[in-house]
C-alpha cells in the first residue's frame, strides 16, 4: 500500500512544482509547435495508456504527438513527454524549465517505472 501512496505524493509534487508558468515580456515564443518531438527510435513502443497494477483509476496515456495525460488524483492533467538519455521525461508546459525524468524499463506490455529505488508497475491498456 505504501508505494501507491508514495506515487501519488510523487506525481502531486511534480504537478505543482511543474504548474508555475514563466511570464516574461519577450514576444517570441519559446515553443514554435504545439508539440515536441520525441528522441527515440521507436516511440510508437511507449505510445498508449498505462494503467497503474492494481489502481485502474492511476494511469498515464502517451501518446504519439507527445502529450500525455496523466492521472493518479482528482482530474486528468495533460503533459508533455519525451526520452532524453534513456529516460522517460514528464513536464506540465513545453515552455517549462521543470521536468522530471523516470528510468523506464519496457517489456511487452509491461512499463515499469523507477522512482527513487521504488519500482512501478504499469500495464497496458486494452482498448
Known amino acids: 500500500m505504501l ?3 508514495s506515487f501519488v505524493i510523487f506525481f502531486l509534487l511534480i504537478t505543482v512544482l511543474t504548474s508555475f508558468k514563466n511570464i516574461t515580456d519577450d514576444k517570441q515564443s519559446i515553443a514554435t509547435s504545439k508539440y515536441i518531438i520525441l528522441n527515440i527510435d521507436d516511440p510508437g513502443r511507449l505510445v498508449g495508456k498505462w ?6 483509476e492511476t494511469y498515464i496515456d502517451l501518446r504519439s504527438n507527445g502529450t500525455a495525460i496523466e492521472k ?8 508533455y513527454w519525451s526520452i532524453k538519455e534513456k529516460k522517460l521525461c514528464l513536464k ?3 515552455t517549462s ?3 522530471v525524468c523516470l528510468e523506464y524499463v519496457l517489456e511487452q506490455d509491461v512499463l515499469i517505472l523507477t522512482i527513487n ?3 512501478l ?6 482498448e
Open 3 to 5: 508505494p501507491k501512496h
Open 51 to 56: 494503467m497503474m497494477e492494481g489502481d485502474p
Open 72 to 79: 493518479s488524483i482528482g482530474e486528468p492533467l495533460e503533459r
Open 92 to 94: 506540465a508546459s513545453l
Open 97 to 99: 524549465d521543470s521536468e
Open 117 to 119: 529505488e521504488m519500482r
Open 121 to 126: 508497475q504499469y500495464i497496458r491498456a486494452k
